[in-house]
Structure formats: structure tokens, C-alpha cells
């Protein structure tokens, strides 16, 4: 008996937890686009050393600063993101502009990057090898890529954000109470 006790318990309290998540996106569903704009920043960040080593060995002409500006321009992405969406204001249109400004630069850089490798490891002389001593070269070229899909993704998660916010607001995660329905009018009448 007490175990069927402590079991609707837990799955009150997972539909609870799941309830108030849904509330929290109802309020602000530009958190979605903010989890994926996260994913891509903790992506290339995470594994920054292998994009380094790829850098170093290759040292193709401005790989260093499409390096260091990805590296920037994913954080100012963040500041830009959460100026947009500033909480109980209107979004800042301005902003918005700036933060596809520097989407597109990231993808921009990514993809200069990603030519830089390619053409080190397919020119005709002095061609770099990818060995097992190497194997963080294709690590990095699978990253800066990973990095732009996920730039790529949050793009389009801004553009239809208006169309999916429409449709969490739809959904209905008001709470039932028992009781509520034989509830009378009060009068507030003095009398």
C-alpha cells in the first residue's frame, strides 16, 4: 500500500515537473532557440583544443583569426541574445539584426576554416596526411561543421519563432482541482 502511495507521488511530481517546464516556455519560448545557440557555443568550445592542433599543424592562411573570431563572436552572440529578448520588453529589433549579423559571421568563418582544411589535406604538393598522429584534424573539421549546423539551426528556430510560440501558448497546462466545480458564488454584497 505504501509503495502504490510513493509511486503516484513520483508520477505527479515528473507530470508537476513537466507541467511547470511547459509554463516556464509558454512565458518565454525563445528559450528554445537560446538551447540550441548554447549547444553550438559548447560544441566548438569544448573542444577547442583539437580545433588548436588542427591550426597549428595546418597554419593556413588566417585560420587563427576565424579561430578566434568564432570563439568571439559565439560569445557576443549570447550578450546580443539575451539583449534581444530583454524579460516583460518587447523584442529590440536592432538587436535582432546584430544577432543574424553574427550568425551569419560565425557560419561565415566556420566555412573559411573548414575550406582552409580541405585544402591542406587534398593539394597536390606537400599535401598534410591524416594519420592516427593526426586524427584531430578530421575531429576538427567534424566540429567547426557540427557548429555551423547548430548556427544554422538556431537561425531557423529565430526566424519561426513566432510560428511555434503561437502554438505552445495553445497548449493548455491549467491544473484540475477537485471540488472546484461545486464552488457557489460568493457575495461580496455588505449587508
Known sequence: MANQKTAKKQGRGIREF???SMVSLKRSPQNIPLAALLAAFFIYSLNLSSIADTTARINGANMGQCEFAAMLFSILAFVVFLRTFQRRKPTNKVMLGLLF?????LVGVDAVYISRIVDAT??????IVVDASSAYITSAQTIVTLHVVFVGITALL???LPVYSKAIRKINTSIEVEGNGSMA???????
Open 18 to 20: 513537466f507541467r511547470k
Open 101 to 105: 549579423f553574427m550568425l551569419a559571421l
Open 122 to 127: 587534398t593539394r597536390e604538393e606537400n599535401k
Open 158 to 160: 529565430l526566424i519561426l
Open 185 to 191: 458564488a460568493i457575495d461580496i454584497t455588505g449587508d
